[in-house]
């Protein structure tokens, strides 16, 4: 009891000091006549009253009297921290990230916030920002917040605060995932469309400086521009012709991946599908920007030169009858294996279309691609001295972790023997994406113009018995809005973001959390 006592006026003394407050003693009527409080100095409040102004710090003396006779006197001062000047941005605002633990307790946090934010400028709201971000804890419901100017942001906050649910600048989300490791994933063939990026280009500088600075490398081993081609009209694009539609992807990749990255977005490991294996390896830092355009520069060269060749088909199909089909058809190469069931096909053109009939008489599903090589086949051994020969030069470096669609597992060193292999070996999809989930990593975004992994993703999840999320951060023919709310998306659903907001002083001024005040009986 003597320990019990002394806490509580242990808490009392230090709520003096902080709140600058002292408390009546609401029950004192008739102070002691024994004691000469004059004399003493002593005063007894019996109102709360302000802590009175001194030179330097506040003082609160805390008395213990035990039963035993052992007295203790403790002196406290009150803690003034030293003067940290931080600086917050005052020409831009900062996102606004808003947690709680039920989407009730959400929509009040949001009232309160704009409510104090009513009266703030650009500095305060920063720094409120950045409060939020570094001092509360990032709770499941999620309310990320992106504005151009505070009315705007004050108009999605009281939006949130009457029960809408979709935003132009903000997102609200779920984080049920906790912790979980992310990965980007790249797409490869099959993701292009004719003016992906083309608004981005326009309207993202990022991007832009991305897309141009890949352009360096590029333009002087191929006499043409990437920029040029994703700011011009329709006419002005071949995909048809791989040499143009594979540097024109890692682009596109290239530019999404350093706006992600300007919007504080990261990822924990990294992966592709066939050519997106290279804009995977450049985002982890295993490829320089330079080698990487190298690498598809004469990958996608060389393969050109095998145009009308042969050809490729998805295909769905239970192992049993695929089984069986495989050992009828030897003349058809597995390209990729994408999950359970799904497969990507290449042969000459005959190959193929005998290939997918009898997959539709076995009650599958098989489309064929409009491509005209049969990547990942032995249609390309002839290439293999040529590309060697061609990227020999390449410097792989120590990276973040990289999942290989080629080995299926982790892998370090990415050097030209290894980027053959991704050029003419069967993609092992499935087995990358299994490695990434074993490695704790449930948290899935398609980097590409046009989501075409997703489902795989989706799918090697549901049969590994995996919670996880995938998003496709583009689909054919979407443009700024669609990312601007895509990536505002990822945020809002417990995707990492880090390095937007400064370290600020403990703000003890922030809306305190709002209770439910449901009664439990």
């Given at each position: 009891?003597?320990?019990?006592?002394?806490?509580?006026?242990?808490?009392?003394?230090?709520?003096?000091?902080?709140?600058?407050?002292?408390?009546?003693?609401?029950?004192?009527?008739?102070?002691?006549?024994?004691?000469?409080?004059?004399?003493?100095?002593?005063?007894?409040?019996?109102?709360?009253?302000?802590?009175?102004?001194?030179?330097?710090?506040?003082?609160?003396?805390?008395?213990?009297?035990?039963?035993?006779?052992?007295?203790?006197?403790?002196?406290?001062?009150?803690?003034?921290?030293?003067?940290?000047?931080?600086?917050v941005?005052?020409?831009?605002?900062?996102?606004?990230?808003?947690?709680?633990?039920?989407?009730?307790?959400?929509t009040?946090?949001?009232?309160?916030?704009?409510?104090?934010?009513?009266r703030?400028?650009?500095?305060?709201?920063?720094?409120?920002?950045?409060?939020?971000?570094?001092?509360?804890?990032?709770?499941?419901?999620?309310?990320?917040?992106?504005?151009?100017?505070i009315?705007?942001?004050?108009?999605?906050?009281?939006?949130?605060a009457?029960?809408?649910?979709?935003?132009?600048?903000?997102?609200?989300?779920?984080?049920?995932?906790?912790?979980?490791?992310?990965?980007?994933?790249?797409s490869?063939?099959?993701?292009?469309?004719?003016?992906?990026?083309?608004?981005?280009?326009?309207?993202?500088?990022?991007?832009?400086?991305?897309?141009?600075?890949?352009?360096?490398?590029?333009?002087?081993?191929?006499?043409?521009?990437?920029?040029?081609?994703?700011?011009?009209?329709?006419?002005?694009?071949?995909?048809?012709?791989?040499?143009?539609?594979?540097?024109?992807?890692?682009?596109?990749?290239?530019?999404?991946?350093?706006?992600?990255?300007?919007?504080?977005?990261?990822?924990?490991?990294?992966?592709?599908h066939?050519?997106?294996?290279?804009?995977?390896?450049?985002?982890?830092?295993?490829?320089?920007?330079?080698?990487?355009?190298?690498?598809?520069?004469?990958?996608?060269?060389?393969?050109?030169?095998?145009?009308?060749?042969?050809?490729?088909?998805?295909v769905?199909?239970?192992?049993?009858p695929?089984?069986a089909l495989?050992?009828m058809?030897?003349?058809?190469?597995?390209?990729?294996?994408?999950?359970?069931?799904?497969?990507?096909?290449?042969?000459?053109p005959?190959?193929?279309?005998?290939?997918t009939a009898?997959?539709?008489?076995?009650?599958?599903?098989?489309?064929?691609?409009?491509?005209t090589?049969?990547?990942?086949?032995?249609?390309?051994?002839?290439?293999?001295a040529?590309?060697?020969?061609?990227?020999?030069?390449?410097?792989?470096?120590?990276?973040?972790?990289f999942?290989?669609?080629?080995?299926?597992?982790?892998?370090?060193?990415?050097?030209?023997?290894?980027?053959?292999?991704?050029?003419?070996?069967?993609?092992?999809?499935?087995?990358?994406?299994?490695?990434?989930?074993?490695a704790?990593?449930?948290?899935?975004?398609?980097?590409?113009?046009?989501?075409?992994?997703?489902?795989?993703?989706?799918?090697?999840?549901?049969?590994?018995?995996?919670?996880?999320?995938?998003?496709?951060?583009?689909?054919?023919?979407?443009?700024?809005?669609?990312?601007?709310?895509?990536?505002?998306?990822?945020?809002?659903?417990?995707?990492?973001?880090?390095?937007?907001?400064?370290?600020?002083?403990?703000?003890?001024?922030?809306?305190?959390?709002?209770?439910?005040?449901?009664?439990?009986?």
């Amino acid at each position: 009891l003597e320990t019990a006592s002394g806490m509580a006026g242990l808490a009392k003394a230090l709520c003096v000091l902080e709140k600058g407050e002292i408390p009546g003693n609401i029950h004192l009527e008739t102070p002691n006549p024994a004691i000469d409080f004059a004399g003493l100095g002593l005063r007894v409040p019996v109102k709360t009253e302000k802590l009175p102004t001194v030179e330097g710090a506040p003082l609160v003396g805390l008395n213990s009297f035990g039963f035993g006779g052992t007295n203790a006197h403790v002196v406290l001062e009150q803690y003034r921290a030293p003067e940290v000047q931080v600086t917050v941005p005052t020409d831009r605002l900062l996102p606004l990230l808003v947690t709680a633990k039920s989407r009730e307790s959400l929509t009040g946090a949001a009232k309160r916030l704009a409510e104090r934010l009513a009266r703030a400028d650009v500095a305060a709201f920063n720094r409120t920002a950045a409060a939020l971000f570094h001092q509360r804890e990032h709770l499941p419901h999620r309310f990320y917040l992106k504005a151009r100017t505070i009315e705007e942001a004050l108009a999605s906050l009281r939006a949130l605060a009457a029960g809408a649910a979709d935003f132009k600048n903000a997102a609200l989300g779920r984080n049920a995932l906790g912790a979980a490791k992310s990965a980007w994933v790249y797409s490869g063939n099959g993701s292009q469309w004719v003016g992906m990026g083309r608004t981005l280009f326009a309207s993202n500088p990022v991007f832009a400086a991305a897309v141009k600075e890949t352009d360096t490398y590029f333009g002087p081993l191929a006499g043409w521009n990437l920029a040029s081609v994703l700011a011009a009209d329709d006419a002005a694009w071949n995909l048809t012709d791989t040499s143009v539609a594979q540097p024109l992807l890692l682009a596109v990749q290239v530019g999404m991946t350093a706006a992600l990255r300007e919007e504080g977005l990261t990822a924990d490991a990294y992966f592709g599908h066939s050519a997106g294996e290279v804009a995977a390896a450049w985002a982890a830092g295993a490829l320089s920007l330079k080698d990487a355009v190298t690498i598809i520069y004469h990958r996608s060269r060389l393969q050109q030169t095998l145009a009308g060749t042969g050809a490729m088909a998805a295909v769905r199909l239970a192992k049993a009858p695929w089984d069986a089909l495989r050992t009828m058809h030897p003349e058809v190469t597995v390209a990729a294996v994408n999950a359970d069931g799904d497969y990507t096909v290449s042969g000459t053109p005959e190959a193929v279309a005998d290939f997918t009939a009898a997959v539709k008489k076995a009650s599958g599903k098989a489309v064929v691609l409009p491509l005209t090589i049969a990547f990942h086949s032995a249609a390309l051994e002839g290439l293999k001295a040529d590309f060697l020969h061609s990227v020999e030069g390449i410097c792989p470096t120590p990276s973040a972790t990289f999942f290989s669609s080629v080995t299926g597992k982790a892998e370090a060193l990415l050097d030209a023997a290894y980027w053959w292999r991704n050029l003419r070996e069967t993609v092992q999809f499935k087995n990358a994406v299994t490695a990434a989930v074993d490695a704790g990593v449930t948290r899935f975004a398609e980097v590409g113009p046009h989501a075409v992994l997703a489902g795989y993703v989706k799918a090697t999840l549901k049969a590994m018995h995996r919670d996880g999320t995938v998003m496709g951060l583009l689909r054919r023919g979407d443009g700024t809005d669609a990312w601007e709310k895509n990536h505002l998306q990822l945020a809002a659903d417990g995707w990492p973001v880090a390095g937007l907001w400064p370290v600020v002083p403990r703000d003890r001024t922030l809306p305190h959390y709002v209770w439910n005040e449901k009664r439990c009986l």
